[in-house]
């Protein structure tokens, strides 16, 4: 099994609508928990971290945290054009000497005009 | 503001040469990370330093060496490149190992193919 988990789409939503990426997680000792925005040929971008249990909110972003269900969420609200990109998600774990960041394939979104 | 910078952002290797990938950061982060990225498998962790002094394996170290040199400079060595080294190369740092709200941040990757 995977540490992380993501649906690896594509997904496509109209301009406007909600985009919604989802993600899991096999370690339930981990606290931290982030997404992450890469366009193609860039380096991956943090626009979330969470560390508790509920909502975040930030913009038109928000990310989800269930640490009982081990489900990590990120919507974002009146997708634009230029949200087109793959979402990467991440968890912290610790397998040893010291925290190391465990990532997911990534969900490619598209947002159409 | 530089952030984390890796040289070089792309590098044509024949097989059995060797090279090493510099990154540097400006943050003063205490952790460092090389990652590789590959279609469809995600980033995976190759080594990493959670403090200057120490370094440790990844998830896929074998055929990489790397060496923290001071807080700032974390390398990544290929002794002799092989065609499955072909990747997009990430270097990474993050803030306090183990603080809270820790986060990563990446350099611009270095595109590496290997002949």
């Known amino acids: 099994q995977k540490e992380v988990e993501q649906n690896s789409g594509p997904l496509s939503v109209p301009e406007g609508a909600i985009a919604s990426l989802n993600c899991t997680y096999s370690?339930?000792?981990?606290?931290?928990f982030f997404w992450y925005r890469q366009y193609s040929g860039k380096s991956p971008e943090l626009i979330m971290s969470i560390y508790s249990n509920g909502d975040k909110e930030d913009g038109r972003f928000t990310a989800q945290l269930n640490k009982a269900s081990q489900y990590v969420s990120l919507l974002i609200r009146d997708s634009q054009p230029s949200d087109s990109a793959t979402y990467l998600c991440a968890v912290e774990g610790n397998r040893g000497a010291g925290n190391q960041f465990y990532f997911g394939t990534g969900t490619s979104l598209t947002v159409i005009p | 503001n530089a952030g984390v910078t890796q040289t070089p952002k792309f590098q044509v290797l024949k097989t059995g040469q060797s090279m090493t990938l510099q990154c540097a950061q400006d943050m003063n982060h205490n952790s460092m990370y090389w990652y590789r990225q590959d279609p469809g498998m995600g980033l995976r962790l190759i080594y990493y330093?959670?403090?200057?002094?120490?370094?440790d394996k990844g998830e896929v170290p074998n055929g990489y060496n790397v060496s923290r040199l001071n807080k700032r400079e974390f390398s990544l060595r290929l002794e002799s490149a092989a065609p499955s080294q072909t990747s997009v190369y990430f270097c990474?740092?993050?803030?306090?190992?183990?603080?809270?709200?820790?986060?990563?941040?990446f350099g611009s990757g270095t595109q590496l193919s290997v002949l």
């Open positions: 330093s959670a403090s200057e002094g120490t370094t």
């Open positions: 370690d339930r000792v981990s606290q931290s």
């Open positions: 990474a740092s993050s803030t306090l190992q183990g603080a809270t709200n820790e986060k990563l941040f």
